[in-house]
């Protein structure tokens, strides 16, 4: 399993820190002190390959003559489950972006003249 590593410093990140810094879209790397982002691809794309593994799995299940409705569940509980605690590690860490001056905004006259504020 690959843990995420800071873009700037390349510092790894252990899975407690993954799970709390995963919830957020950005932060600061403890060790070097500069911001970077979450990419959100790397979790869209780990979401969309556990269902597909998970419904290729009880697809499989079906063509097996004895097979009951009770293990197909618990087979989809605990690859939920095993997707779930793996969860963090679909975090991507990437530069931040810098912040982009904003254009200043133009008062327009109101239609009674005046300036609005």
């Known amino acids: 399993m690959i843990s995420p590593t800071c873009p700037y410093c390349k510092a790894r990140f252990l899975y407690p820190e993954l ?3 995963g919830k ?3 932060g600061v790397c403890p060790h070097c002190g500069k911001p970077y982002r979450i990419s959100r691809l790397a979790r869209v794309v780990y979401i969309l390959g ?4 998970l419904f290729l799995i009880n697809y499989g299940l079906l063509f097996i003559s004895d097979m009951n409705l009770p293990f197909m569940l618990a087979v989809t ?4 489950t095993a997707f ?3 969860f963090p590690f679909s975090v991507r860490f990437r530069k ?3 912040d982009k001056p904003q254009a200043k905004k133009e008062k327009k006259p109101a239609k009674n003249g005046h300036l609005k504020k």
């Open 19 to 21: 799970k709390q810094r």
């Open 24 to 26: 957020k879209h950005t």
């Open 50 to 53: 556990a269902l597909a593994i």
């Open 77 to 80: 509980v605990l690859g939920v």
């Open 84 to 86: 779930y605690l793996l």
């Open 96 to 98: 931040a972006e810098p």
